[in-house]
Structure formats: structure tokens, C-alpha cells
């Protein structure tokens, strides 16, 4: 089981943009697998608010692999637009972000 469960999202972090429970765990694992980078595999446990931010991530990534990074489309002529500005990673990366920094702050010794 991953640091956020179904439960949290949906009765605490009162989570509306995803209403079933496997897609919730795919897009979860995914949010943990990329933080878990951003802190250098240190205890995600260890983020204050860490549940708060896999959830937006977790929705990001949903919102985004539905629409695969079109942001408009035109029928007559067919022509498709991808949003390459902020790609999924990318806005992934500006959820955790401020979450993370205070605590990479607090994590890296500068050692003289």
C-alpha cells in the first residue's frame, strides 16, 4: 500500500476528479515513483504534507493522460495542438515542488 490510500483522497483531501479505486492506485504509484526521485529516495513519510501533494499530483496526472497533452483540436483540416510548455512531468514536478524544497533544505548538509 502506497502513502495515500483511496480513503484520503476521497473523505480528506476530498479528491473529485477520480471515482475509481484502481485508476486512483495507478495514478498514485506514478505520483509516489516521481517524488520518491525528487527527494533522492529518502522517507516520503518525512514531507510535511506529503499526502496533500501526491494527491494533486495524482490528479494532474490523471487530468493529463486523459486529455494526452492535446489542447485544442479542429475537425475541418484536422489539426491537433499538444501542450509541450508543461508536459505531464513537468507539471508533476511544480505540484511537488514547494512541498519538497523545505524539506531538501532541511535534508542537505554543506559539509566544509
Same mark, same amino acid.
Given at each position: 500500500m502506497? @502513502?495515500? &490510500?483511496?480513503n484520503?483522497?476521497?473523505?480528506?483531501?476530498?479528491g473529485?476528479v477520480? =471515482?475509481e479505486?484502481?485508476?486512483?492506485i495507478?495514478?498514485?504509484?506514478n505520483?509516489e515513483?516521481?517524488?520518491q526521485?525528487?527527494?533522492?529516495?529518502?522517507n516520503l513519510s518525512?514531507?510535511p504534507? @506529503?499526502? &496533500?501533494?501526491?494527491?494533486?499530483m495524482?490528479?494532474?496526472?490523471?487530468l493529463?493522460? =486523459?486529455?494526452h497533452?492535446?489542447?485544442?483540436e479542429?475537425?475541418g483540416?484536422h489539426?491537433i495542438?499538444?501542450?509541450?510548455?508543461?508536459?505531464q512531468?513537468k507539471?508533476?514536478?511544480d505540484?511537488?515542488y514547494?512541498?519538497i524544497m523545505?524539506?531538501?533544505?532541511?535534508?542537505?548538509?554543506i559539509?566544509?
Open positions: 502506497g @502513502i495515500v &490510500d483511496y484520503f483522497y476521497k473523505n480528506t483531501f476530498k473529485n477520480i =471515482n479505486e484502481d485508476t486512483f495507478r495514478h498514485a504509484k505520483a515513483r516521481l517524488l526521485a525528487l527527494v533522492l529516495n529518502n518525512d514531507v504534507n @506529503i499526502k &496533500d501533494c501526491i494527491c494533486e495524482l490528479e494532474a496526472s490523471f493529463y493522460s =486523459n486529455s497533452g492535446i489542447v485544442s479542429s475537425i483540416g489539426s495542438t499538444y501542450d509541450e510548455k508543461h508536459n512531468n507539471r508533476m514536478y505540484i511537488a514547494p512541498y523545505d524539506y531538501m533544505n532541511r535534508s542537505i548538509k559539509v566544509h
